[in-house]
């Protein structure tokens, strides 16, 4: 059994100043205790950030007094240099440390890199680190050099490490790349009439979004523990075609992978303007539009006979107007999901 009892006061001066004091104790069961105690000192200057901290601590194993001047300063938006000057006095000494820190993170990638340096009475330590982060994978390199001085002997040692992450998914037939999966994951592909429709992914708020791939290798949920009680919601960016069905539930198991299809061959959309055989627009018309291969659709004009209808697929469609004898066609084909057409002249009454 243990205890831990801890108290803490801050108070801020202004918009520079600011101080607080803390105090921490943790009992156990045989009779031992930790102590502390420390003071903290905060202050912004124009360019950089000062901060003083003095500790009393009493532990089993070392009692003293510490104390550390800390200088924070960020020259650019991407870069952080943190100085570090202090001494301790239960036998670790001075200690001088420089951190200097670098990162630029953009939607679909991340580059960070670091270069720690430190100096004390019981050696010296050099060491850095960059990281470059995509979608799909990450890769690592590393550096430290150790200068250290135990029982009066030099020790040196060096050492470099290089470390890469990508991982391979499949499921249904799909495969997908993605940096890690988790015991249950999703692969993301579409309908071969979306394969050149970009894909956004939004599961939840402060989610992650990513693009539909037109070769082989298909974007990946890479866990879906977090949809276990919300939507995945994929919509089309930056494109014109609009997706109708964009709501998915998934229901995750263990050591399983799903394939989720995205769209199909109903993905063209038309806006055009109904005349009659006179040129003058059909307004506030009901209309029905009949295709083969695909449900009636239901669509009216505006006062300048003004009409827009969804989920059409290539080939020729047949307009009626409800309460008229008059028909008009048209047809779709081509590349382009949102169709423009001028205008659509119903049939002379006459030529019947």
Same mark, same amino acid.
């Given at each position: 059994?243990?205890?831990?009892?801890?108290?803490?006061?801050?108070?801020?001066?202004?918009?520079?100043?600011?101080?607080?004091?803390?105090?921490?104790?943790?009992?156990?069961?045989?009779?031992?205790?930790?102590?502390?105690?420390?003071?903290?000192?905060?202050?912004?200057?124009?360019?950089?950030?000062?901060?003083?901290?003095?500790?009393?601590?009493?532990?089993?194993?070392?009692?003293?007094?510490?104390?550390?001047?800390?200088?924070?300063?960020?020259?650019?938006?991407?870069?952080?240099?943190?100085?570090?000057?202090?001494?301790?006095?239960?036998?670790?000494?001075?200690?001088?440390?420089?951190?200097?820190?670098?990162?630029?993170?953009?939607?679909?990638?991340?580059?960070?890199?670091?270069?720690?340096?430190?100096?004390?009475?019981?050696?010296?330590?050099?060491?850095?680190?960059?990281? #470059?982060?995509?979608?799909?994978?990450?890769?690592?390199?590393?550096?430290?050099?150790?200068?250290?001085?135990?029982?009066?002997?030099?020790?040196?040692?060096?050492?470099?490490?290089? /470390?890469?992450?990508?991982?391979?998914?499949?499921?249904?037939?799909?495969?997908?790349?993605?940096?890690? +999966?988790?015991?249950?994951?999703?692969?993301?592909?579409?309908?071969?009439?979306?394969?050149?429709?970009?894909?956004?992914?939004?599961?939840?708020?402060?989610?992650?979004?990513?693009?539909?791939?037109?070769?082989?290798?298909?974007?990946?949920?890479?866990?879906?523990?977090?949809?276990?009680?919300?939507?995945? +919601?994929?919509?089309?960016?930056?494109?014109?075609?609009?997706?109708?069905?964009?709501?998915?539930?998934?229901?995750?198991?263990?050591?399983?992978?799903?394939?989720?299809?995205?769209? /199909?061959?109903?993905?063209?959309?038309?806006?055009?303007?109904?005349?009659?055989?006179?040129?003058?627009?059909?307004?506030?018309?009901?209309?029905?539009?009949?295709?083969?291969?695909?449900?009636?659709?239901?669509?009216?004009?505006?006062?300048?006979?003004? #009409?827009?209808?969804?989920?059409?697929?290539?080939?020729?469609?047949?307009?009626?107007?409800?309460?008229?004898?008059?028909?008009?066609?048209?047809?779709?084909?081509?590349?382009?999901?949102?169709?423009?057409?001028?205008? +659509?002249?119903?049939?002379?009454?006459?030529? +019947?």
């Amino acid at each position: 059994m243990k205890g831990s009892y801890s108290a803490r006061m801050a108070k801020r001066f202004g918009e520079r100043f600011s101080f607080d004091v803390g105090y921490l104790q943790r009992d156990t069961h045989d009779g031992n205790s930790d102590r502390s105690a420390n003071v903290n000192f905060g202050y912004r200057f124009p360019s950089f950030h000062a901060g003083l901290n003095l500790k009393r601590f009493h532990t089993r194993s070392a009692n003293g007094v510490s104390g550390f001047l800390t200088l924070t300063w960020n020259p650019r938006d991407n870069w952080r240099t943190r100085t570090r000057l202090g001494h301790e006095s239960n036998g670790v000494g001075s200690l001088v440390s420089t951190n200097v820190d670098y990162s630029i993170r953009k939607p679909t990638k991340a580059i960070s890199a670091n270069l720690n340096l430190q100096s004390g009475s019981q050696g010296k330590e050099v060491d850095g680190r960059a990281r #470059f982060e995509a979608d799909n994978y990450s890769a690592t390199l590393s550096r430290a050099h150790l200068y250290r001085n135990i029982d009066g002997f030099e020790s040196k040692g060096m050492e470099t490490t290089l /470390n890469g992450e990508f991982a391979i998914a499949y499921a249904d037939g799909a495969f997908g790349i993605t940096r890690r +999966i988790s015991d249950s994951f999703a692969i993301i592909t579409n309908h071969k009439a979306w394969s050149d429709v970009t894909l956004g992914i939004n599961p939840t708020l402060g989610g992650f979004e990513q693009r539909a791939s037109k070769g082989m290798l298909k974007p990946v949920l890479a866990n879906l523990r977090p949809y276990r009680e919300s939507l995945a +919601i994929m919509h089309p960016l930056g494109g014109d075609t609009f997706l109708e069905n964009e709501d998915f539930y998934f229901l995750p198991s263990y050591k399983r992978g799903s394939k989720l299809t995205i769209g /199909n061959e109903f993905v063209y959309t038309v806006r055009s303007t109904l005349l009659y055989w006179n040129e003058q627009p059909a307004g506030y018309k009901t209309l029905k539009i009949t295709g083969e291969g695909i449900p009636e659709i239901l669509t009216f004009t505006n006062n300048s006979g003004k #009409f827009v209808a969804t989920g059409l697929k290539p080939g020729v469609y047949v307009i009626k107007v409800n309460g008229a004898k008059e028909t008009a066609r048209f047809e779709i084909n081509g590349d382009q999901k949102l169709v423009f057409i001028e205008s +659509i002249k119903l049939a002379d009454p006459n030529s +019947i």
